[in-house]
């Protein structure tokens, strides 16, 4: 077997949108109870597979009595039109302290809510809160976020063991979650997925090449191969599907 010192490269990053949260504005105000501040799944997107998952939502309200019921809903489509709706699934209980994060936690099922793949991308987070004396404020929209369906991604490189510079062929299938279903289906033309690379010894990742899968979700290329390593692939993020990679694939180069 052929050794070769490896260089080593920088791992890539990849960047996950965060929770927007607009300045609050007065849709019903009575009093001084306000909701400052509602922070969905510590600020990263919501990825949702094939089964059921419960996403946190911190909703943070002030009043000088005190608190005595915070809630919110999420939703999706405009506040007016909404097409899905999903409550909390749990209360915080009544407090004296003028300020308090109240946790809620909701429930998403694949097929109920969301019920359909075009019901992924931005939902929205209706709040309020009621002050132990009574005044209450209610916004339409406290807060956005990103619901993203989960992908699934596979790796198999040929020939094994591998000449030292001869061409390795990289196959891999994309899939993201089909919510009515209940299944994960092919991600469809187009999409863009990097080949990445880590030689034998080193635990950093290096992008050789970016590939675009065909119609049924798969993705295919080439490169020469001249240090023993492994190789996968990574799926970029995008508005409605959530970023991943696959398992690695390691190739004994002879």
Known sequence: ?????????????VALSALA???AHADEQYGDTYVTGVVVNNGDPVVVGTDARTVSVAV???DPTGLSE???TLYHGAYAAQDSTVPAATDCAPTADATTTCTLTFDLTPGTAPAA?????TWSVSAYAIGADGDAQFLENAATFALKRDSLLTVDATPEPVKWGKLLAVKGDVRNADWATGAFAAAGAGQSVELQFRPAGCSTWSTLKTASTAADGTVSTTVRAYLD???RWSYASTA???AAVSPSDYVDVR
């Open 70 to 72: 915070i809630n919110a």
């Open 229 to 231: 390593g492994d190789y």
């Open 1 to 13: 077997m052929r050794i070769y010192s490896a260089v080593a490269a920088a791992c890539g990053v």
């Open 117 to 121: 793949d075009a019901l992924a991308g």
């Open 60 to 62: 943070t309200a002030t």
């Open 240 to 242: 409605t599907t959530a």
């Open 21 to 23: 949260v607009p300045a």
